[in-house]
């Protein structure tokens, strides 16, 4: 069982920056692929980013360019850089753990975290 807690959300305005974190509880962090996701009000879930476990990272297009993600494997955490943040990127952000052979598909994450807010201000 990996129990995984996120913290870092809130409220920015447009243009601004927002650093999310994810502590996982589970010795065996590095062995597991990291991904972010993100569900707006009325819409779907999301993919938004991954990390492998070799550091490698995959990032949805809507997003590229602007956010980054990282992960400490020593501290069990995985990081998500958000930069020029837009109205369009409110939503709860959640933490997910797994093996997926496709990174930007949720079934293949075993482990959710509980979500944060991140809302943008016009």
């Known amino acids: 069982q990996v129990q995984l807690v996120e913290s870092g959300g809130g409220l920015v305005q447009a243009g601004g920056s927002l650093r999310l974190s994810c502590a996982a509880r589970r010795r065996t962090f590095n062995s597991y692929t990291m991904g972010w996701f993100r569900q707006a009000p009325g819409k779907e879930r999301e993919f938004v980013a991954a990390?492998?476990?070799?550091?490698?990272?995959y990032y949805a297009d809507s997003v590229k360019g602007r956010f980054t993600i990282s992960r400490d494997n020593p501290k069990n955490t995985v990081f998500l850089q958000m930069n020029s943040l837009n109205p369009d990127d409110t939503a709860v952000y959640y933490c997910?753990?797994?093996?997926?052979?496709?990174?930007?598909?949720?079934?293949?994450?075993?482990?959710w975290g509980q979500g944060t807010q991140v809302t943008v201000s016009s």
């Open positions: 990390i492998r476990w070799s550091g490698e990272p």
């Open positions: 997910a753990a797994g093996a997926p052979l496709k990174v930007a598909t949720m079934g293949e994450y075993d482990y």
